[in-house]
């Protein structure tokens, strides 16, 4: 903190020096013209009455002219006015001058941390990139993003996390050098600069690392551990191209080289390199993509069987969202999903896919229904159960139909609020399932909370039923718990007869996967529901027979 102090001064010293050595320079001429004319007026007045003064003393002669004698000690008076009027501005100056340097303390400050606010750390970056141009210095950018800050405010309140910056930036400060810029550019954003000789880039490196250790400490809150990680960017002056040489280009590349950090698994120092600035760019054109894709109607409905394991007979569909997108070709989820919920743009996908799922299966067999995913993002919007009650009306769709997916996630986010939204989306008729359980962490207990109708084991646990024990354990765990809360359970991810065998054991369990076919687009789906096969594809088992 003390370095930044230090560095914000600089930066704005040019124009403090030139505004307080105008004033007082001012007030220097006009003191100094005062005190001349007065010494002079002194002299000469003294001079006329000094002589009568000494002989009317002396006995000798009349005394001084009267007018004189005031007119002497009225310049005696002045003197003195004059002095102690001057030495009255000095100390008005001193004190003004201290209270703009607060004021321009905190107009380039963090209030919290003491460092650098995003605009002074941004000039102050300019004027040492200035200053590498000429010597054989290059500047490091650092940009430190804490990885979990925002579970630490919402778990343990604001004030923790107001005290878990503040312990960062003591940190900080204690890793880099005196000399470095540092700023705090964004809640929990931070960012230094610093010069370092480009030969030797280890002793970056080594402050890079003290940096991520340092953060990773624990920090004690009465009772509580808080622990929190941090994820940091590198990029150097010399990296930058020479036509594109400003302190927002370094920034901006020091940025993109800790967003690979963070996707790399965080808690990691990266330093920058073109192949990032691709990716990003990548990213970026896949976010407009998302952001346009949705009105011109790219993201489609494809839809996976499930089917009453003991039966063999269908009784619904999982929907699962594809991006049929014109640049990219067909799009996963798991690549569109997490990207949409981060711009904010999940809601709005969701709707769109849900709404054209719902026309499709207003088609199909009445007794069959649609499962839809839901992401633990739309479950923070208090208005997600009239939204979707809304598309159900729309559609003229019985609620009774409609199973919404959610994640074992969604229960560590806002438990009283997923429960009040799921609460009423049942009240009207909807049901509710527990997708990809077990991978989640979430308690027994927690459970209980929500109404959940059924729970559907993650696939990767089925999948490896056959060679792994442990899975086999764990499935047999998660239908007997089932069963026990009276809830009906779903197997994802049947690949092979042999895992579909084993899970027939299980009384009442429906399942899906690859082994009934891969999800189909609504076309495709109609064609074969209207070919009259109303139970699976062909019974997996049966056709082995
Ligand atoms: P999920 O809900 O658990 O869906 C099951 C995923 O497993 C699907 O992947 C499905 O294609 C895949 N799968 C099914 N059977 C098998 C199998 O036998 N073997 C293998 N290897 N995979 C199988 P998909 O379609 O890529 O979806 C991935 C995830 O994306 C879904 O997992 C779901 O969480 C999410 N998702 C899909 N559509 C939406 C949506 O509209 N909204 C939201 N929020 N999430 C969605
Ligand atoms: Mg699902
Ligand atoms: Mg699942």
């Given at each position: 903190?003390?370095?930044?102090?230090?560095?914000?001064?600089?930066?704005n010293?040019?124009?403090?020096?030139?505004?307080?050595?105008?004033?007082?320079?001012?007030?220097?001429?006009?003191?100094?013209?005062?005190?001349t004319?007065?010494?002079?007026?002194?002299?000469?007045?003294?001079?006329?009455?000094?002589?009568?003064?000494?002989?009317?003393?002396?006995?000798?002669?009349?005394?001084?002219?009267?007018?004189?004698?005031?007119?002497?000690?009225?310049?005696?008076?002045?003197?003195?006015?004059?002095?102690?009027?001057?030495?009255?501005?000095?100390?008005?100056?001193?004190?003004?001058?201290?209270?703009?340097?607060?004021?321009?303390?905190?107009?380039?400050?963090?209030?919290?941390?003491g460092?650098?606010?995003?605009?002074?750390?941004?000039?102050?970056?300019?004027?040492?990139?200035?200053?590498?141009?000429?010597g054989?210095?290059?500047?490091?950018?650092?940009?430190?993003?804490?990885?979990?800050?925002?579970?630490?405010?919402?778990?343990?309140?604001?004030?923790v996390?107001?005290?878990?910056?503040?312990?960062?930036?003591?940190?900080?400060?204690?890793?880099?050098?005196?000399?470095?810029?540092?700023?705090?550019?964004?809640?929990?954003?931070?960012?230094?600069?610093?010069?370092?000789?480009?030969?030797?880039?280890?002793?970056?490196?080594?402050?890079?690392?003290?940096?991520?250790?340092?953060?990773?400490?624990?920090?004690?809150?009465?009772?509580?551990?808080?622990?929190?990680?941090?994820?940091?960017g590198?990029?150097?002056?010399?990296?930058l191209?020479?036509?594109?040489?400003?302190?927002?280009?370094?920034?901006?590349?020091?940025?993109?080289?800790?967003?690979?950090?963070?996707?790399?698994?965080?808690?990691?120092?990266?330093?920058?390199e073109?192949?990032?600035?691709?990716?990003?760019?990548?990213?970026?054109?896949?976010?407009?993509?998302?952001?346009?894709?949705?009105?011109?109607?790219?993201?489609?409905?494809?839809?996976?069987?499930?089917?009453?394991?003991?039966?063999?007979?269908?009784?619904?569909?999982?929907?699962?969202?594809?991006?049929?997108?014109?640049?990219?070709?067909?799009?996963?989820?798991?690549?569109?999903?997490?990207?949409?919920?981060?711009?904010?743009?999940?809601?709005?996908?969701?709707?769109?896919?849900?709404?054209?799922?719902?026309e499709?299966?207003r088609?199909?067999?009445?007794?069959?229904?649609?499962?839809?995913?839901?992401?633990?993002?739309?479950?923070?919007?208090p208005?997600?159960?009239?939204?979707?009650?809304?598309?159900?009306?729309?559609?003229?769709?019985?609620?009774?139909?409609?199973?919404?997916?959610?994640?074992e996630?969604?229960?560590h986010?806002?438990?009283?609020?997923?429960?009040?939204?799921?609460?009423?989306?049942?009240?009207?008729?909807?049901?509710?399932?527990?997708?990809?359980?077990?991978?989640?962490?979430?308690?027994?207990?927690?459970?209980?909370?929500?109404?959940?109708?059924?729970i559907?084991?993650?696939?990767?646990?089925?999948s490896?039923?056959?060679?792994?024990?442990?899975?086999?354990a764990?499935?047999?765990?998660?239908?007997?718990?089932?069963?026990?809360?009276?809830?009906?359970?779903?197997?994802?991810?049947?690949?092979?007869?042999?895992?579909?065998?084993?899970?027939?054991?299980?009384?009442?369990?429906?399942?899906?996967?690859?082994?009934?076919?891969?999800?189909?687009?609504?076309?495709?789906?109609?064609?074969?529901?209207?070919?009259?096969?109303?139970?699976?594809?062909?019974?997996?088992?049966?056709?082995?027979?």
């Open positions: 903190m003390g370095g930044s102090a230090v560095s914000a001064h600089g930066i010293s040019m124009f403090w020096n030139t505004t307080q050595d105008n004033t007082r320079r001012q007030i220097d001429i006009v003191a100094l013209g005062i005190v004319a007065s010494i002079l007026l002194f002299v000469a007045v003294g001079s006329a009455i000094g002589p009568s003064v000494v002989r009317s003393l002396s006995g000798g002669g009349p005394g001084p002219n009267a007018f004189l004698l005031n007119a002497f000690l009225l310049n005696i008076a002045i003197i003195i006015f004059g002095w102690s009027r001057y030495r009255e501005l000095c100390a008005e100056i001193a004190a003004r001058r201290q209270a703009e340097r607060e004021a321009l303390r905190m107009a380039s400050t963090d209030a919290m941390t460092f650098l606010n995003r605009r002074s750390f941004d000039a102050g970056v300019a004027a040492l990139l200035a200053q590498t141009a000429a054989n210095r290059s500047l490091a950018l650092v940009m430190i993003d804490l990885d979990n800050f925002k579970q630490v405010n919402d778990y343990n309140g604001h004030a996390g107001d005290l878990l910056l503040r312990e960062c930036a003591r940190r900080m400060t204690a890793v880099f050098p005196a000399n470095a810029l540092i700023g705090r550019i964004g809640g929990d954003e931070f960012a230094a600069a610093l010069l370092f000789d480009p030969r030797r880039p280890g002793t970056m490196e080594r402050t890079a690392t003290a940096l991520v250790t340092a953060i990773a400490q624990p920090l004690q809150v009465g009772d509580v551990f808080i622990d929190t990680t941090a994820s940091v590198l990029a150097r002056s010399d990296q191209e020479a036509d594109h040489r400003d302190a927002a280009a370094l920034l901006d590349m020091a940025d993109v080289a800790m967003y690979h950090a963070k996707r790399q698994g965080r808690n990691a120092y990266a330093w920058f073109p192949h990032m600035a691709d990716e990003m760019r990548f990213r970026s054109e896949l976010e407009q993509g998302i952001r346009e894709g949705i009105g011109r109607g790219e993201f489609v409905p494809f839809y996976e069987q499930q089917i009453d394991l003991m039966t063999g007979e269908l009784t619904g569909f999982e929907m699962l969202a594809r991006w049929d997108s014109p640049q990219f070709g067909l799009i996963a989820p798991d690549i569109f999903i997490p990207v949409a919920e981060e711009i904010g743009a999940i809601g709005d996908l969701s709707q769109s896919v849900i709404a054209q799922a719902l499709d299966a088609t199909w067999d009445s007794k069959l229904t649609l499962a839809v995913n839901i992401s633990p993002v739309q479950l923070r919007d208005w997600f159960a009239q939204k979707l009650l809304h598309l159900l009306v729309d559609a003229n769709f019985p609620p009774q139909r409609l199973e919404i997916e959610i994640t996630s969604c229960l986010d806002n438990l009283a609020q997923v429960s009040a939204i799921v609460t009423s989306l049942k009240n009207q008729g909807v049901c509710v399932s527990l997708d990809d359980f077990g991978t989640g962490y979430s308690s027994i207990g927690q459970l209980r909370h929500i109404p959940f109708d059924r559907k084991i993650d696939r990767s646990f089925v490896r039923l056959i060679e792994d024990k442990d899975s086999a764990i499935v047999r765990a998660i239908a007997v718990l089932g069963e026990g809360l009276d809830m009906p359970v779903t197997a994802e991810g049947i690949e092979t007869q042999d895992v579909l065998e084993h899970l027939r054991q299980f009384a009442g369990i429906t399942g899906q996967g690859y082994l009934y076919g891969r999800p189909r687009r609504a076309h495709e789906l109609s064609d074969w529901l209207e070919s009259g096969k109303p139970d699976a594809d062909e019974d997996p088992l049966a056709r082995r027979a």
